[in-house]
């Protein structure tokens, strides 16, 4: 039967993310290098602290901006780590970095405003500009796959409200240096653009430093999560840090889309932010020895690939982004192509090297028959 229903215009005209139909779609035993999600397991002093919410009834409703002692966590973290002050009353507790996103850009995006994005880049920056009413414009990426001031300043108008900023780079690895960010943000400020910064992999990091826009600009919105440095992707707990005028226009949205955020996800968030942190230098540790191996192997292979220095991602070359990641899940390897990640990603693909040492040496010699 034929349905006459009608649907919205901005759900219509975006598809399902490339990366999930894949990795939904592969078979049981396939290699997963397709999703970026770290293959070890959540610390357990992080589990130990949501088992005590449990046991302690820590079940119900917290408030719309979070638990007051995560929230003031993080303003620590903020100040010592990234090198900015934020109250934490101007820091929001979101269902993971995915919400923070969204309810930033239905704060500061309306109806033609414009919002460029880097390309290739992830893939919800483009769909949640098409949800918040703008208009996503994608800015090619230097040789070493970042953003620089001045090919940003090409493409500003005057319809320009926001730019996306992700270092480390998903799907690229690729790391901004300190002046890219200064020059970056004397370009924002100069055009009263607001920064959004996504900084989910800051402590994945091999080569060069993290900064952070806010250390240098007020006018910016940090974006993070737990989910990448913790190994926590399943447990959806983010955060985001702004000035106060923005925070009270994204707390609107986050209280009626969400509400809160989960409230033992919090907890072991706040064990995750003020326990020990060997967990995640050991982990940085195992994602740069299989950075190494995936770019020695891509080399053997003769695969063309600039050396990630960030996050667990690589993107090397190829002639056809699909026809590649077809061939390679027909194989048993799951893949994500590059022109999921803006047209300027055709010709790569990603890999996410966040799995096994067995797992992609296995991988590589599926590649070596395939590619």
């Known amino acids: 039967m034929t349905s006459n229903r009608r649907f919205a215009e901005r759900v219509e005209k975006i598809d399902i993310s490339g990366i999930r139909k894949l990795f939904e779609g592969a078979g049981p035993n396939a290699i997963n290098m397709g999703l970026g999600q770290p293959d070890f397991d959540t610390p357990d002093h992080i589990k130990q602290a949501a088992i005590d919410a449990i046991n302690d009834g820590f079940t119900g409703y917290t408030t719309g901006l979070g638990v007051p002692e995560l929230r003031q966590a993080l303003s620590e973290k903020f100040e010592q780590f990234n090198n900015f002050q934020v109250v934490p009353d101007d820091i929001i507790i979101t269902s993971g970095a995915s919400e923070a996103l969204h309810i930033a850009l239905l704060a500061l995006v309306g109806p033609g405003d414009e919002v460029l994005v880097p390309d290739p880049g992830f893939v919800s920056y483009v769909a949640l500009t098409d949800i918040s009413g703008g208009r996503a414009i994608g800015v090619p990426l230097t040789d070493t796959f970042t ?178 990641v077809m061939k390679l899940l027909e194989a048993g390897v799951i893949t994500a192509p590059g022109s999921a990640f803006g047209p300027r990603g055709e010709g790569h693909i990603r890999l996410s090297y966040a799995t096994s040492d067995k797992d992609i040496v296995r991988a590589l010699d599926i590649m070596g028959q395939v590619l």
């Not at 924002?188 to 910064?197: G, Y």
């Not at 968030?269 to 940085?284: F, K, N, S, Y």
Request: charged content about 20%.
């Open 147 to 324: 953003l620089d001031a001045e090919t940003v300043a090409e493409y500003i108008t005057d319809k320009t409200r926001v730019l996306v900023v992700n270092s480390p780079s998903n799907p690229t690895g690729g790391v901004q240096t300190r002046d890219e960010i200064q020059g970056l943000c004397e370009l924002a400020n100069d055009h009263n653009i607001t920064i959004i910064s996504d900084e989910v992999y800051e402590h994945i990091i091999y080569e060069g430093e993290h900064v952070s826009p806010a250390s240098i600009s007020n006018n910016v919105v940090t974006i993070n999560a737990t989910s990448k440095t913790y190994a926590m992707t399943g447990w959806r707990l983010g955060y985001v840090a702004a000035p106060h005028d923005i925070t009270e226009q994204m707390l609107k949205a986050h209280q009626y889309v969400q509400a809160c955020a989960n409230s033992i996800a919090q907890k072991a968030a706040l064990a995750a932010i003020t326990g020990p942190q060997e967990c995640v230098a050991e982990m940085r540790e195992s994602f740069m020895r299989r950075r190494d191996l995936l770019i020695k192997g891509l080399k053997d292979l003769g695969i063309e690939c600039v050396e990630p220095k960030g996050a667990f991602y690589a993107f090397p070359k190829v002639d056809n982004s699909m026809e590649a």
